[in-house]
């Protein structure tokens, strides 16, 4: 599940794999980790996408239950991957989330139109199938733990080399996927906070965890590389790479983590 570190990091591949971009190179087979690790019990994970904005007045509490799942996931240990998306389209009301893009709002609509659902906020997505409002603790509690009854198609096992900008992201899947399935790669941070001026939450202070500061999708294959972006302002001590793959369709099939704590820095090599 999570956790893979560079304990995981080995060199032997066949050296005609493809890559997600062009062939590969020895520094590529380097990071790509050796094989996927043992599934937890069924393998299954829950991957939690919440659709937010700071300029939404009904958006913090399902930031604060959020939190609390990230705080729980990782305390102890579970297969549960939460993403906070920010999109864009509030910003016009008067405050610009810093953590906004249109690319997270286009990523909903996605899902508006595959689930045949509202686009609003909050709100959360499990696993590409099941959305509801993003403030509702126990119909989202509900959706993870249907979620992780539901086994994997897909194991998932990702390596990074370092935490120098972009990231280098080794990945290897289990067993085949849809030709036409989709790996997206996100870096989130935790322990982020704002002191919103304007808009619907004038005066607040927002806090926020596993905001997706970077989004990066490429050909799901059996094995590769790729690039990920890492903005400067990240917090690496609170940032983590999250990888799941994704069908066409909407489901999710499989996912991983690794903290960028846990890479060492190209200094310390």
Known sequence: MARYALSLIVGVLISGVLLAVGCATADDVAIIPSSTSPPPDTGAVAVVELFTSEG?????PADRLLRTIVDESRTQDQPVYALSFHVDYWNRLGWTDP??????????????HALG??????????????AMVGSRSQEVRTAITSALEDPARVQVAIAVDSTTAPLRIGYRLDRPVPDDADLRLAVVERGLSQDVKRGENAGRTL???NVVRSFTTVTATRSGTAEVPLPDTVDRTE???????????????????VDLKDVPSMATR
């Open 117 to 130: 659902v509202d686009t609003y906020t909050p709100q959360v997505v499990v696993n590409g199938r099941d």
């Open 239 to 257: 940032a983590s790479v999250m990888a799941y793959v994704q069908n066409p369709s909407g489901p999710i099939l499989g996912a991983d983590r």
């Open 207 to 209: 806090r926020h965890a």
């Open 99 to 112: 953590y906004s893009d249109d690319r997270y709002s286009q990523r909903q609509r996605q899902y508006s």
């Open 56 to 60: 939404c007045s009904s958006c913090p």
